[in-house]
């Protein structure tokens, strides 16, 4: 199996701008989770989904920000309009659920808005 | 307050120390529990799991206090190698699963 995937790897975009950063979780998982982390918050659960519906969104900053998952295999992680603030690596990860099980983390997008 | 809380680090400890990192959380709902590390600009990957019995894996022991809502990581001889960020996991399942991840505490062991 390939892992999590995130694509870009890395985006630099100007303020104002659309960022859509996308992710395909590991098949056969049922839970995908993205995350935002920077030197002065950490990782901050942003919003997780369980079979494609979104259980809690309390971790998405603002209206800026929207999710969403159309399938298994897919999700997408949107910002509108970006800002400066917004630069951080964002993490997308999936696991499957049931007690104790671990979650596979993909490389990560490394968003700069200039 | 947040859900899920780590010593603030870093830790700067020389080769062949004992080092413990200690995690408090919130939610009693909480039912799994994990160590995992992230090296710098990588993604963080599963260390360990925590049981309520305690477990130890090599150099690794990690421990659960319920009670306390406390869990623990001791690393025992540490390595150069042993440097990196480890962060506390915790699975909460009210509908489906939510895992939250402490903030880290960084660790730099040094020669």
């Known amino acids: 199996d390939a892992g999590v995937i995130q694509s870009p790897r890395h985006e630099v975009t100007e303020m104002g701008q659309e960022v859509t950063l996308r992710c395909k979780p590991i098949?056969?998982?049922?839970?995908l989770f993205w995350y935002r982390q920077t030197m002065m918050r950490g990782l901050e659960l942003l919003i997780y989904f369980n079979n494609n519906v979104p259980i809690d969104d309390s971790g998405m900053p603002e209206d800026r920000f929207s999710a969403k998952m159309p399938n298994a295999s897919f999700s997408t992680l949107k910002i509108q309009p970006s800002e400066p603030r917004d630069s951080a690596v964002y993490f997308c990860a999936s696991s499957l659920e049931g007690k104790g099980t671990e979650a596979f983390f993909g490389q990560g997008t490394r968003l700069t808005v200039v | 307050r947040k859900e899920v809380e780590q010593d603030p680090g870093p830790f700067n400890v020389p080769e062949g120390a004992t080092v413990a990192f200690n995690c408090t959380y919130s939610?009693?709902?909480?039912?799994?529990f994990f160590w995992y590390r992230q090296d710098c600009r990588k993604e963080p990957k599963l260390l360990m799991s925590?049981?309520?019995s305690g477990n130890e894996d090599g150099r690794f022991t990690a421990q659960l206090n319920r009670a306390s809502q406390y869990i623990s990581l001791l690393i025992r001889d540490s390595k150069l190698s042993d440097s990196a960020t480890y962060l506390c996991v915790v699975n909460m399942y009210p509908t489906g699963f939510k895992t939250i991840f402490g903030a880290g505490t960084r660790l730099f062991v040094k020669a």
């Open positions: 939610n009693s709902a909480s039912q799994s």
């Open positions: 098949s056969g998982h049922n839970s």
């Open positions: 925590v049981y309520s």
